[in-house]
């Protein structure tokens, strides 16, 4: 809606009719200091018609209009949004996300098709950035080696497309988990004590790198920055082989010892997740260890209108000067132009 900032500026309106009623007029007596040849003519012309026009309506209505909207800009007219909520308090999340070559191991289902552990990730991380509203959310991948893919950032979309643009062995096909806790670490540590979080997933055990995991989570409780670790990969199943029936463990390789410690280190959390509905509740599990603040911050966009009176106001003085003073100077245009010469 349209209202006005400052609306006690108003109580300005009658202030040239208080000043007409109770001031003395100026003395129109007083002459200048130029001296032009033709000014007693003009001077009577411009005189005549000034006073004549003084007395219309029109320029009674042109003055008042003036002051009307001169008044209407003191008073500061804006255009004022609905309500905005905002988070009165964000964090501040690091996401680090396995690209190594078991990532594309095809243990988890869904809608009854086989589905990779880097899709399934994938969907259930998309789900979590898209409710973290007013966190700062940064994404690093790892296999190899440990890359910061966005910084820490309030748009969620540009995180979320570039985790959906991630291909298993982008980076690799090792593990390298201890540097993806560095690389994290680096952009969470000049960040505010309170809110950072790191959110490290992976489905198999550190076997390259140049960062020992335990070594880079004391550093992490040192710095005050909290550590969720998620194993995934599918549980022991019972399959056919040339041998017969037997049962297999697909995610043998999986730390899940050091990741428990590694959470236990930072004060965060382990998490296991063995098929698609366990993946997305051990993400809302998180969601609720680190809550969005619960107490927002409403605000009200504001769009100033005061230019548009304030223009108004002088277009109207100018077309009303014109209009005054046109006539005259048309009808003096021979003083403008200078004195006729007779011929002999």
Known sequence: MITFLWPLAFLLLPLPFVLRRFLKPADKGLGGALKVPFFANL?????????????????????????????????????????????????????????????ASQDF?????????????????????????????????????????????????VVRNLLDQAEVGLTGQETAIGDAIAVSLKRLKDRPAEGRVLVL??????????????????????????????????????VDTPMGRQMVNPSSDLDEGALRKIAELTGGQYFRATDVKGLAEDYRSIDK???????????????????????????????????GTAPALIKNRSFIKGPAHKEA
């Open 43 to 103: 001077s009577r012309d411009l005189g005549s018609r000034a006073d004549r026009v003084s007395t219309s309506w029109w320029k009674l209505a042109a003055a008042s209009l003036v002051w009307l909207l001169m008044v209407s800009a003191l008073a500061r007219p804006a255009y004022v949004g609905p309500d905005v909520p905002l988070p009165a308090k964000g964090r501040d999340i690091m996401m680090a996300i396995d690209l190594s070559g078991s990532m």
């Open 109 to 157: 289902a869904v809608g009854g098709r086989p589905a990779t552990r880097l899709d399934v990730v994938k969907d259930a991380a998309d789900a979590f950035i898209d409710a973290r509203k007013g966190d700062r959310i940064g994404l690093v991948l790892f296999s190899d080696r440990a890359y910061l893919q966005a910084p820490l950032t309030f748009d969620r979309q």
């Open 201 to 238: 997933l992976t489905d198999g055990a550190n076997n390259t790198g140049e960062m020992d995991p335990i070594r880079a989570a004391e550093l992490a409780k040192k710095l005050g920055i909290r550590i969720y670790t998620i194993g995934v990969g599918g549980g022991p199943m019972a």
């Open 289 to 323: 260890l680190e809550p969005v603040g619960a107490d927002p911050v409403h605000v009200r966009p504001e769009v100033a209108l005061y230019f548009w009176p304030a223009g108004l106001a002088l277009l109207v003085a100018a077309l009303s000067v014109l209009v």
